[in-house]
């Protein structure tokens, strides 16, 4: 009972807001633990108490215990696995915070929003062509939101379908989507649910990118009427996938997964004007490995033979690289990319002709408007050369393309490097045979591209 006088009342705090600090106090103790060790091992390298009480920040810890004798953390930690009596029992109440005890890690992410879900995670210019969409370019079998999402969708079985209406105000451009209702869907809790529906403007999985409705309490049948509005440029929607998904709020724990739907954008009608049904899928989790793109590259190229400008000059040929953006960029991972993109005329036997772009943070269409110049060439070497272009998320390599005549030979050596697709081949013979012409080009950012060196 003494221990229970020492409680905060802490109900005035939602479920929610309880589970957010459950999980600060986790990751503290985590960080507790790894600090431990760290001082463990600098008191088996310094002998000097003196120094190890510096060092270690003990003097620190000893200061803090004066000042505050009570254990914050563990009295918190405490009130909150002590749930009121309601219609619960005291021992439900405690299955039920000890599961979220468990299952907090860093795999439960826990949004600004207090959105817990079950493994949730939070051009005008038409002459280049054709851009890829998420799921033609990458050829997905599965979620494409189940590259960025862990734990168990297969809680409840998925049921039921859920209608929506697309609408793209050019003026403003805004892409409208209209959650209009549900129909049958799955029983969460005790023959029903209380639903609601979450939406990301694909690739982009963060948090900005995250919409939701209201939570509609006790139905399989929900109305929601409500409209979520995305800023974004019109040409930009023939490479984002809508993803669509029902979940049913918990209180406490892992809000279930209902069934999603994933509208790719690059085909859709937008004269329609009818609302659409979808019927709900439950989540295929998807083969990293099966992506064969992950966005497309617009650029422009275009060489200068020498002499071709009057005057003898340029002396050598220069291929130019107008690096414009990439469109749809799919992320390896959840969080905000970080994009640069390098490029490199191939072989570089002395290996100073790479460039590269600045980086553009938060983006998954980033925009680089950057020229590439690249002389000492002449006509001849372009059946023997490779424009290399990869885009990199901080240091990793996410693909790119290569521009050759895919020859597989250069200058008489077998080389991995000219392994051009057919798309690419088609675009460096029109650079070839188009001198001191700009060809735009829009092309897969493909996963096949092998880096290997000469």
Not at 125 to 138: A, K
Not at 245 to 274: I, K, Y
Request: proline share 4%.
């Amino acid at each position: 009972m003494e221990e229970e006088a020492d409680l905060l009342d802490l109900a005035h705090l939602t479920e929610v807001e309880q589970t957010m600090i459950l999980n600060v106090l986790l990751r503290d103790a985590e960080l507790r633990q790894w600090e431990e060790g760290r001082i463990s091992k600098l008191g088996q390298v310094e002998s000097d108490p003196v120094r190890l009480r510096s060092l270690s920040g003990t003097w620190f810890t000893e200061e803090r215990a004066k000042r505050h004798q009570s254990r914050g953390a563990d009295i918190i930690h405490a009130s909150i696995r002590r749930k009121k009596r309601g219609k619960e029992s005291v021992a439900d109440s405690d299955v039920v915070n000890d599961r979220v005890l468990q299952n907090a890690s860093p795999t439960l992410l826990v949004d600004s929003e207090g959105d817990i879900d079950s493994g949730s995670t939070e051009l005008a210019d038409t002459r280049f062509g054709s851009i890829n969409s998420l799921h033609s370019s990458h050829m997905m079998s599965g979620s494409l939101m189940s590259l960025y999402s862990v734990g168990d969708f297969g809680g409840v079985t998925v049921t039921g379908r859920i209608q929506l209406s697309l609408h793209y105000d050019p003026k403003k451009e805004e892409l409208h989507v209209c959650v209009c209702c549900c129909q049958d869907l799955a029983p969460a809790r005790n023959n029903c649910s209380d639903p609601y529906v979450k939406v990301y403007l694909l690739p982009d999985n963060t948090s900005r990118s995250k919409k939701k409705t209201a939570v509609k309490r006790k139905t399989l049948n929900p109305v929601y009427d409500e409209t979520l509005k995305y800023k974004v440029r019109k040409s930009e929607l023939q490479a984002r996938v809508l993803s669509v998904s029902v979940w049913h709020m918990e209180r406490v724990r892992r809000n279930l997964f209902l069934g999603e739907v994933e509208v790719g954008l690059d085909q859709w009608d937008w004269g329609r004007s009818q609302p659409t049904w979808y019927s709900l899928q439950p989540r295929v989790q998807m083969n990293p490995d099966a992506i064969i793109s992950r966005g497309t590259i617009l650029f422009s190229m275009k060489f200068i033979p020498p002499g071709s400008e009057g005057g003898g000059f340029p002396l050598t040929g220069e291929l130019h690289i107008w690096l414009r953006e990439v469109i749809g960029l799919l992320p390896p991972k959840r969080g905000i990319p970080n994009t640069h993109v390098k490029s490199v005329v191939l072989p570089d036997e002395s290996g100073v002709s790479g460039q590269q772009t600045r980086v553009v943070r938060g983006s998954v269409s980033p925009v680089f408007n950057h020229t590439m110049v690249y002389d000492g060439l002449q006509s001849s070497d372009l059946l023997q050369a490779c424009a290399e272009i990869t885009v990199w998320n901080s240091s990793n390599c996410l693909g790119g393309v290569r521009l050759s005549t895919g020859s597989g030979v250069s200058y008489g050596q077998k080389v991995c490097w000219m392994d051009s697709t057919e798309e690419e081949i088609s675009v460096w013979n029109t650079i070839i045979g188009n001198p001191n012409s700009w060809v735009d080009a829009a092309l897969p950012v493909r996963t096949s591209l092998q880096l290997c060196s000469e």
